[in-house]
C-alpha cells in the first residue's frame, strides 16, 4: 500500500468504519511505518468522535407539520390567485370601457388636428398679394364710418314708411 | 446527473408533478440530517425543526423549477444551509433574540463560542455526555464553513465535489476547510483522542 491508499483510508474512516480487509491492509502498511501510527490512531478517534455526535431530536410530528405547512401556502397560494382573478374580472370592463372612450377622444382630437392643418394649408396657398394691401391707417376710421351708414340705412326706412 | 442514477431526483421529479407522498418520503429521508446541519449551524437545537421546515417548504414550492444537475441531496443542503444563514443575519440584525451570541462571517474567525458545559460525574453516562459536550463544544467553535464541510464530510454519500457545491467553494478549498477544522478538533479534542478517556488541561 502507498502513501495515496493510505490517504484514502483515512478520507474512509471521516465517512465510515474500516472493512475487515481495508483494516489489514492498513495494518500492514503501519508496521512498515510505525512513525505513522500516533497520527493514524489519533484520526480515526476524531474521526469516531465526529460521528458519536448525537442526532438533534426531531418532534415525532414533523412531517405532518412539514405537510400541513405546505397546505396552507397552497391554500395561500390559491387565494392569492382567486383574488388576482377577482380584480381582472372587477377590472377589465373598466379598462376597455376607458380604452373605447380615449381611443374616441383621440380619434376626434386627430380628425380637428387633421382639419385645422389641411385650413392652414389652404390659405397658406391663396394666391394674395400682402404688398397690393393698403395700409392700417386707411382703417383708423373704420368704426365710426360704418356706425353713419347703419344710422342712414334707418333714416332711408322711416322716410320709405311715410312716403308710403 | 441523471435522475436514474440519484433515486431521490427521482423522487423530486415525482413531487414536481405533484406527488405527495413522494415529497412525504423525501421529508422522512432528509428531516434528521437536515435539522443536524441547522441546529449546529445556528446553534438553537429548538429553532432548528422551524427553520427545518421552511427548508421543507422552500423545496416543495420550488419543485416547479427543480432541475436534475446535481444530487438531490446537494440541493437540499443548500437551501439548509442558505435558510441557517439567513437566521443568523437576521438574529445579528435583532439582537435581542438573541443576546448571548455573536456572529461573524469571517471564516478565519469562529461564529460562536458554545458555553462551557463541563460537569463531572461517576458514572459512564455522565462521562459520555461531557465528552459529546466537548465535541458539540470544538466543532459549535469551528468558522461555519469548516463546521458544515466537516459535517458533510461525516456523510458517505456526499462527495468533496457536493460539499464544495453547498459551502459555495472549489473543491480543492473544500479539501482545505475539511482539513484545517479537522487539525483544529485534533488540537482541541488532543487528551480525548489520544486516551480515549476525558483528561482536564
Known sequence: ?164 | MSAELDPDAALMLKVRDGDRSAFETLVEKYKQPVINLVARTIGDPTEAEDIAQHVFVQVYKSAHRYQVTAKFSTWLFTIARNLSLNELRRRSRHPASSLDETFADDDEHPIRQAPDTRTFGPTEQLLQGELEARVEEAIAALPEKQRTALLMCRHEEFSYEEIARVVGCSMSATKSLIHRARETLKERLKPYLRSGAWRED
Open chain 1, 1 to 164: 500500500m502507498n502513501d495515496v491508499r493510505k490517504e484514502e483510508l483515512i478520507r474512509l474512516s471521516m465517512k465510515r468504519e474500516l472493512t475487515a480487509e481495508e483494516e489489514a491492509n492498513l495494518e500492514k502498511w503501519l508496521a512498515t511505518h510505525p512513525e505513522a501510527r500516533a497520527q493514524w490512531e489519533e484520526e480515526r478517534a476524531l474521526s469516531r468522535a465526529i460521528h458519536s455526535l448525537p442526532d438533534v431530536p426531531v418532534s415525532s410530528n414533523f412531517t405532518s407539520r412539514v405537510l400541513q405547512a405546505v397546505d396552507m401556502e397552497e391554500t395561500g397560494e390559491a387565494r392569492k390567485e382567486r383574488s388576482r382573478h377577482r380584480w381582472f374580472r372587477f377590472l377589465l370592463p373598466r379598462i376597455g370601457w376607458a380604452a373605447a372612450v380615449a381611443a374616441v377622444i383621440g380619434v376626434a382630437i386627430h380628425n380637428r388636428s387633421t382639419e385645422r392643418k389641411e385650413l392652414e394649408g389652404a390659405l397658406v396657398s391663396l394666391p394674395i398679394d400682402f404688398t397690393k394691401l393698403p395700409a392700417p391707417d386707411v382703417l383708423a376710421d373704420f368704426d365710426a364710418i360704418n356706425q353713419l351708414r347703419q344710422a342712414s340705412v334707418t333714416t332711408d326706412d322711416r322716410l320709405l314708411e311715410a312716403l308710403q
